[in-house]
């Protein structure tokens, strides 16, 4: 390429083996993002289902084995909540929210490499263009040798830094950016199972709450009863037997 091989490249400018480890690292980070969100991919309408389907079949223990064998974020953040689905509302939902952040967290991790890789790979094809600029100039002085000729050559040599760069910064900045969308739009999925599973928890209290309630009908209704046959029985005529 333009009278030099990729070897002499690398070996005649430092920065070109900085930009090479800066996209291997690139590379690899946003391959190792894409598996996790591959890997960690759900339908979440789907988890609800079945997880309704297990609460309101009244087995609290059988349903936090299955959320915990679950490999997405919605399983696991319902299955460190399901062992406190007797506290508090309060506590519960400080809990879920907390479980929402730690899968953030985790869903972001690596995301910093990308996005450093995005704003300082430019700076450094640039840096390197810089350095080759001034290192051609330097060679024309002592040669002596100069013409547009050579003064091309050696900065279209040095401006390929700057282009090895603005690739790297393309690939970290688009990895960067759909994976910040695909945990926007998980995090929001988050929130919804869990305004689902407290809607699913305040179903199951008001079941439970609803014998309670017709037994207490029951009983002031038999209370009532008594009362009208008591009330009758006192107005009807004493009659005396002889």
């Known amino acids: 390429m333009l009278g030099m091989s990729l070897i002499d490249l690398f070996l005649g400018s430092p920065t070109m083996v900085v930009l090479l480890i800066c996209s291997v690292v690139t590379v690899s980070y946003a391959i190792e993002r894409a598996i996790y969100f591959t890997r960690t991919r759900t339908d979440v309408h789907k988890f609800m289902k079945e ?89 024309i002085a002592k040669t002596g040798a100069g013409g547009s000729a050579v003064v091309a ?12 760069g603005i690739v790297v910064a393309v690939i970290a900045t688009v990895c960067f950016n759909l994976y910040v969308r695909r945990i926007r739009t998980r995090v929001i999925e988050l929130e919804d199972v869990r305004e689902e599973f407290f809607n699913i928890l305040r179903q199951g209290r008001s079941a439970k709450a609803r014998p ?31």
Do not use: Y
């Open 51 to 139: 997880l309704t389907v297990k609460l309101k079949s009244g087995d609290t223990k059988s349903t936090l084995e299955w959320t915990q064998q679950q490999r997405h974020s919605a399983g696991r953040v319902v299955s460190q909540c399901l062992s406190q689905v007797n506290a508090q509302t309060s506590e519960l939902t400080s809990r879920f929210n907390t479980a929402i952040e730690l899968e953030q967290v985790d869903m972001e991790r690596n995301l910093s490499v990308l996005g450093t890789m995005s704003n300082i790979a430019p700076l450094l094809g640039l840096f390197g263009t810089v350095i080759g600029i001034i290192r051609a100039f330097a060679d």
């Open 153 to 164: 050559m050696g900065v279209s040599e040095a401006l390929l830094t700057t282009a090895a």
């Open 212 to 242: 309670s309630s017709k037994t207490a009908a029951n009983v002031e209704h038999n209370a009532d009863s008594l009362v009208d046959a008591a009330v009758e029985s006192a107005a009807e005529p004493v009659t005396s037997h002889r």
